[in-house]
Structure formats: structure tokens, C-alpha cells
């Protein structure tokens, strides 16, 4: 049997990249460690932009990864969502979700499978009840493109874990947060999305 060969392309803000994990893992890392299976090989390139808006994402990330794809290997997309848009005095649902649907249109032209990974709460309630909007709006998105959404905002936003991560970490998620993110992307069509089964412990 030949061995299936696939390549990752993660694009998303610092978080991805494992900000505030005392362990340097972060998220992303916890799940690779957490996927394995016999004749897959499995690449990884993690294409991270601190504080970076879904505009941002959408003008860089082709350029980016289809530089670690290869016509010879199953090539594939993260796209793990900040609430950067947040921060844009123009910034409008619609706008963000025109840019997440130019994203995913993008990839879907070139029978590139992606899975959306929705932003996280932080402990400003204001900004968590703008952030619920948007994060309602990318799954709209995803699903009508039938992209996998894993919901990261929904469980975590009264996650007591969770909030007393960013508590102790000025706002980031430290080592039980990254691990709360990783379990929610493996629990939530990871490995269905891979075509890999699932771990059994």
C-alpha cells in the first residue's frame, strides 16, 4: 500500500504559534502529537501573524502556503481565527465573513480541504458578546462551504479553566488553555477531516 503523504498549512495569529505556553507547544503542537497513523506521513508549517485581521489573512495566506504544497502530496489548510477584527474602528461581521468566504472560496478552487478553527474568548465581557456575533458568522461561513468549524468561542467562554488561564497569564492561555483548545479541535472532526482514525487512549 502507498503511503498517503500530507501536507499542513496553518495560518492564524500568535496564539497558533504557542504564545503563553511555558511549554512552547501551544495548541497546534498538542494536536500533531496527538495524531499518528500507519502509511500517513504527516508535514507540518505553521504560517503565524501576531494580532493579524481575517483581511490580512486573506491578502497573504495563498502566497504563503502554496509555496509548502506539492502537486505530489494531499495538501491542506488550518485556518485558526483571531478577534483581531475586533480591534478595526470599520470592522463589520460582514466584512469579516466576505473575508473568511474569500479564503475558503480560494482553497476550495484548488480541492484544498480546510478546517476553521474559531476564535477564543477573552474575560472582557463587552468584547466576548461582540466576539459571539463573529464567531456565529464563521461557522455560518464554513458550513455553507461545508469546511469543518471547530467552535472554540461557545465551550470556552464560561470555561472557569480556561478563564483563570488568561487570568494568570495576562490574557493568554498558558499550558491548561493550549490544552483545552487541542482537546476541543481533536473532539470536534480533526481526525474525520484527516481521513485518520482516531486514537483508542
Known amino acids: 500500500m502507498q503511503s498517503r503523504q500530507i501536507r499542513i498549512a496553518a495560518v492564524g495569529d500568535h496564539i497558533l504559534a504557542g504564545a503563553g505556553d511555558a ?3 501551544g495548541w497546534w503542537g498538542r494536536v500533531l502529537a496527538r495524531t499518528s497513523a500507519q502509511d500517513v506521513t504527516l508535514e507540518n508549517y505553521v504560517l503565524a501573524v501576531p494580532h493579524e485581521t481575517t483581511e490580512q489573512l486573506n491578502e497573504r495566506w495563498w502566497g504563503e502556503a502554496s509555496r509548502r504544497f506539492s502537486d505530489t502530496t494531499e495538501n491542506r489548510l488550518v485556518v485558526a481565527l483571531s478577534d483581531a477584527d475586533l480591534d478595526i474602528e470599520a470592522s463589520s461581521s460582514a466584512r469579516s465573513r466576505l473575508n473568511l468566504a474569500n479564503v475558503l472560496d480560494t ?9 476553521v478553527v ?10 466576548n458578546a461582540r466576539l459571539a456575533e463573529l464567531n456565529a458568522a464563521y ?11 471547530v467552535d472554540a468561542f461557545t465551550p470556552l467562554v464560561g470555561h472557569e479553566q480556561w478563564r483563570s488561564d488568561l487570568a494568570s497569564g495576562q490574557g493568554l492561555p498558558g499550558q491548561a488553555g493550549h490544552g483545552l483548545i487541542a482537546w476541543l479541535v481533536l473532539h470536534r472532526g480533526w481526525y474525520q477531516w484527516l481521513g485518520v482514525p482516531e486514537p483508542t487512549a
Open 23 to 25: 511549554r512552547a507547544i
Open 107 to 115: 482553497a476550495s478552487q484548488r480541492d484544498i480541504p480546510v478546517l
Open 118 to 127: 474559531g476564535p477564543t474568548p477573552s474575560l472582557d465581557e463587552e468584547r
Open 139 to 149: 461557522l455560518d461561513v464554513a458550513d455553507r462551504r461545508r469546511h469543518v468549524y
